[in-house]
Structures are given as structure tokens and as C-alpha cells.
């Protein structure tokens, strides 16, 4: 390598369905009753599976919903319970190899910090929540581009630039995970909680275990 440089090496992880097994929106709806919780599920399925825009699905969930502080803290307790058996281990193995794990992910910054500190995940990209004084929901980042379509490729193509990457694998479940296919040098598609047709089509690897990852990282 020139100069001796090490390489740069990132390897990037969805959130919901992948380093945990439930989807932080949807565990958010379920603070508010069964019918708002099947009314959302709904609508993630469907942003996940590409049958619907993010963008036309994302503020209106959480007008919808309205969490507070309490509620996001409570589905940051919600991922820590519901983690992927592996990844802990996963994360601390590849970043031994030399590799820097990053969150990339359409959820909310607030409820993921949790996990990413349990997991030894130092960066997350993701979502803002915005909060009044007495921790009601005021809104969200809107300008965030994981909030939109084709936003992940945007963050990741970023990642690479700021950090000199050499090399940048991204690892997901949903449709707007493989949309960075194009932004990495390998897309692993994950099927442990939704094995999602496309996803397991169009990825170059599909995994049904974050360990599986250690073959390929």
C-alpha cells in the first residue's frame, strides 16, 4: 500500500431487522395500542419491501404516533432485549480485523444509541428526533437523507469520502438497504427477521446470521 498506509475499511449495518430483531417505529406504535401498531406495521412492510416510497411513509407514521422521550427510551430498551445473537461478537470481531462498524439506518438516532453502546458501535447515522421541554415529540430531522429514498447510498457515498474508505460493505434487510448496492463494494443482504424477495435476488450474499458475516468480512 502507498506510503504504508493501512487500508480504510467500513463496514455498515441497518439497524431495525438486522442488529435487532424488531423495527423501532413499529415498537413505538405498539406503546399506542393494537390498532395503530397493525396500521404501522403495515406501512413499514411495505416502505421495506419497496412497495412504497419512504418519503410517503416516514412523517406521516409519526404524526400518527407522536412519541415522546419516554416512548423512544423505551424501544431504546426494546433493541438491547431483542439483539441479534451474534452481533456483539460480530462487531468485536471485525473490527479486530481492522474493519470500523457504522449504524446506517432510517430509524431514530435516540433509540438506537443503546444498542450501538452495547455493541461497541461508536458512529450511527440515522434520524434526529426533535423534543419539546416536557419531552413531547415537536418533529424530526426532515432533511436527513435516511428519511427518503436512495438517502443510504447518499450517507454511505459520504462515509466513504470523509473517511478515506478503501473498501465498504453494507449489510440490511429492506429495500432502502439494497439501494446502496451502488455506494459499496458489497451489499449483504440479512434474512434472520424478514427475508424479503428482492433483497435475497439482488444482493451479491444473503445471510440468515450476522456470524455468516465473518466469512465475508
Known sequence: MAGGRRPVKLICFDCDSTLSAVEGIDELARLRGPDTFALIEGMTADAMDGKQALEDVFARRLEIIRPSRADVAEVGRRYVETVEPDARGVVAAVVGRGWTPVIVSGGFRQAIRPLAEFLGIGRIEAVDLLFGADGGYRGYDAANPCTRSGGKAEVISALR?????????????????????????LFVGFGRYAARERVRREAESFIVSLGELLRLA
Do not use: C, H, Q, W
Open 161 to 185: 469520502g470523509e473517511l478515506g474508505a478503501d473498501r465498504v460493505i453494507m449489510v440490511g434487510d429492506g429495500v432502502s438497504d439494497l439501494e446502496t448496492k451502488p455506494a459499496v463494494d
